[in-house]
């Protein structure tokens, strides 16, 4: 199965929500990366029927179902918010669409169906309670279990675990890819954290200000961002880009700072250039052969769980180091960090990627 999207796009109250949007999702999982207000949540409406797009083509197996509404599609969609019917069981709500559209399903079948899908989503024993019964988890586990058992051609979740605290949104994140490798069923999961989309895995699209950047399999986009746009939005944080110089088999950061070419680089000619690096990639302890000293003073230390981010600055490159332990240090404290230069990726003068890393990013 195959949705085609063809030069997409939404024009509401004379502003663009939408622009130019090309390209295709199979059955299977599906990932939507892009910060908030990037086009996501319009291209779901646009794909579940909701909203009928200003310019392009919708077409499904290659049947054109642009115009088509909601209630014509086989469509499925999941919320950030808890959406369930507060009066109804889990049960029930479980059921609601299947007594829906006149539909003459026996209620053995039924109930085959919703036990079925509240065992993948291990809310069984929560059956017979309302949903103001249930914890955050257990009621969007409802909400995707109502959303799955319709077994609609295409399933949409516009960012579902983003109301859930961080241990249940982990939880959730691991069931749900093995859910969807399960399923033949085309599935567009919005998001905008690079970390879920990598779990994820499947196909990527990454949107930003309405309009599609690149598109591939998840893995092959993170590790060969087309521009240093999708390397900024597919990196948490986002990725360092530092303007360098390319001469003389070494790249120039500052009037004190080069380093030799890495293998991945040295076929570019000599002129500038921008440098990605992820922060991860910056490290307290030297990285070796590869490992590039910088001496930097600390602009500002946060601390996240077991990681702190070191923002740094060496003169006129400020940067970012994601760090793993917990870490204090004084503003304008000095650094020494080693710069992974085997995990650098380099960009031209139009941001495009002309060079990375051999073995992933």
């Not at 905008?192 to 598109?215: W, Y």
């Not at 060969?224 to 790249?251: C, K, W, Y």
């Not at 000293?293 to 990681?307: F, K």
Request: hydrophobic share 40%; charged share 20%; with cysteine.
């Amino acid at each position: 199965m195959k949705l085609d999207l063809e030069n997409l796009g939404k024009m509401m109250e004379g502003e663009m929500h939408l622009a130019e949007i090309t390209c295709a999702f199979s059955s299977g999982l599906n990932v939507l990366l892009g910060p908030t207000g990037a086009g996501k949540t319009s291209l779901l409406r646009l794909l579940a029927g909701l909203d009928r797009p200003t310019t392009g083509k919708i077409a499904l197996d290659g049947k054109d179902v642009t115009a088509l509404g909601v209630k014509k599609r086989s469509v499925a969609m999941v919320y950030q918010q808890f959406v369930n019917y507060p009066s109804l069981t889990v049960y029930e709500n479980i059921a609601s669409p299947l007594r829906q559209g006149g539909g003459r399903l026996a209620a053995s079948e039924i109930d085959n169906r919703v036990r079925e899908a509240a065992k993948l989503l291990h809310i069984e024993p929560f059956l017979q309670r309302l949903p103001n019964e249930l914890s955050g988890g257990q009621q969007q586990r409802t909400a995707i279990a109502r959303a799955i058992v319709k077994g609609a051609d295409l399933l949409l979740l516009d960012e579902p675990l983003v109301n859930l605290d961080y241990k249940l949104r982990e939880e959730l994140r691991v069931e749900l890819r093995s859910l969807f490798a399960r399923r033949d069923t085309i599935v567009v999961y919005a998001t905008t954290e690079p970390s879920e989309a990598l779990l994820l895995g499947g196909h990527c699209v990454v949107l930003d200000k309405g309009r599609a950047l690149q598109s591939g399999p998840t893995l092959q986009v993170f590790h060969h961002p087309a521009t240093t746009r999708v390397g900024e939005l597919f990196s948490d944080p986002p990725m360092n880009l530092l303007d360098a110089t390319i001469e003389q088999g070494q790249v120039r950061l500052t009037a004190d700072l080069a380093f030799a070419l890495p293998a991945h680089m040295r076929d570019l000619q000599p002129g500038r250039y921008r440098i990605g690096v992820r922060p991860n990639h910056v490290s307290l302890q030297t990285a070796g052969a590869d490992g590039v000293a910088i001496d930097a003073n600390v602009d500002l230390a946060e601390i996240s769980g077991s990681e702190t981010y070191l923002h740094l600055r060496h003169q006129q490159l400020t940067f970012i180091a994601q760090v793993k332990g917990v870490h204090s240090f004084a503003l304008g404290a000095p650094a020494r960090v080693w710069l992974d230069r085997a995990r650098i990726f380099a960009f031209d003068a139009e941001n495009r990627l002309v060079g990375a890393p051999a073995v992933g990013g």
